[in-house]
C-alpha cells in the first residue's frame, strides 16, 4: 500500500470530522496552544499538513505555517480553508521535500511519522527537519507508544479500540517493526462493513532519541500528552520536543 493510494480523494472527502473525533475541541485545542507556545513567534512548518487540521488554527492564533504533503487530495481539501497564500503547501515526501525558508518549529503530528515504513526514511525525516531550522528550533513528533505488551506469544494481533459501529485492531510485524492498522465500520444494522488498511513502521522513543541525534537534535522534553501530563511505562502516546543548540527561545 503506497500512501498515494491511501490518501486519495475518498480519503480526503472523510478525513475531517468538524467537533468529533481527532478535530474535537479538548484533542486539539491544547494541540495547538501547545504548538503556539513552542513557535516562539516565529514560523511554523508541518510536515504532512494533510487537510490542515492543526494548521488552519494555528495560522489564526498569528502563526505563519507552511507545509509539506504528499497527497494532492489532502490538499486539495485543505484549500477549502485556506487558501496558497494563507497556508503555502510544497507537494512532496516529508523526508526529502524542501520548503523554503527558515523556521523555529517544525512539527509531525498524530502518529504520522510511523508512515514512513523504514528506519533509514524515518532518520531522514529528522535531517529534513534540521535542514529547516534555525539555531535553537524545535522538532515536535507526537507518536503511539507500541503496545507489544499486549501481544502474547503466537499472536498477531490486538484489538485496540472497540465500540458500537467501529473496531480497529493492529496485525504486528515484529521482526521489521511493522504494524498495519485496520479500521472496520459498521453502518445502520447491515452486516458488511467498510475496511480501511494502513501501514506503519512503529518506533520506540529511545530509538527516536536516536534518531534525533543523528540530526544533531537534543530531547528537551516528553510528555504523555500535549496538556503537559507525565509521560510513565503506562502511556500510550507522547509528544517530544527536539532542540538544536542555539540560543535559547521562549517557550
Known amino acids: 500500500m503506497e500512501q498515494q493510494q491511501i490518501w486519495d480523494a475518498d480519503a480526503a472527502g472523510r478525513y475531517d470530522t468538524p467537533g468529533t473525533g481527532m478535530f474535537a475541541p479538548e484533542v486539539l485545542g491544547p494541540a495547538v496552544d501547545r504548538l503556539a507556545e513552542l513557535a516562539s513567534g516565529g514560523r511554523a512548518l ?19 505555517v507552511t507545509g509539506v504533503e504528499l497527497s494532492r487530495p489532502m490538499i486539495g481539501q485543505l484549500r477549502t480553508k485556506a487558501d496558497e497564500s494563507a497556508i503555502p503547501v510544497v507537494v512532496g515526501d516529508m523526508a526529502t521535500a524542501h520548503a523554503p525558508g527558515e523556521y523555529t518549529l517544525v512539527y509531525l503530528v498524530y502518529n504520522t511519522i510511523s508512515n514512513l515504513l523504514t528506519q533509514a526514511e524515518q532518520v ?4 529534513n527537519a ?5 539555531p535553537g528550533g524545535r522538532f515536535v513528533v507526537e507518536l503511539w507508544v507500541p503496545e507489544l505488551r499486549r501481544l502474547p506469544p503466537g499472536q ?5 479500540h472497540a465500540e458500537p459501529g467501529y473496531i480497529g485492531l493492529d496485525t504486528y510485524d515484529v521482526l521489521r517493526q511493522h504494524v498495519v492498522s485496520h479500521h472496520f465500520r459498521f453502518e445502520g444494522s447491515g452486516r458488511q462493513a467498510r475496511l480501511d488498511r494502513s501501514p506503519h513502521r512503529y518506533v520506540w522513543p529511545a530509538e527516536l532519541d536516536l534518531m534525533a541525534q543523528l540530526a544533531g537534535f537534543g530531547l528537551e522534553s516528553r510528555h504523555a500528552d500535549w496538556t503537559g501530563s507525565e509521560f510513565t511505562a503506562e502511556s500510550r502516546s507522547h509528544v517530544s520536543v527536539y532542540r538544536l543548540p542555539g540560543p535559547a527561545t521562549a517557550e
Do not use: D, K, S, Y
Not at 46 to 64: D, H, M, N, Q, Y
Not at 130 to 134: E, T
Open 156 to 160: 498477531e494481533a490486538t484489538v485496540w
Open 130 to 134: 534540521a535542514r529547516h531550522l534555525g
Open 124 to 127: 531522514a525525516c529528522f535531517r
Open 46 to 64: 508541518e510536515f504532512a499538513i494533510g487537510t490542515g487540521r492543526v494548521a488552519v488554527p494555528l495560522a489564526a492564533r498569528g502563526v505563519p
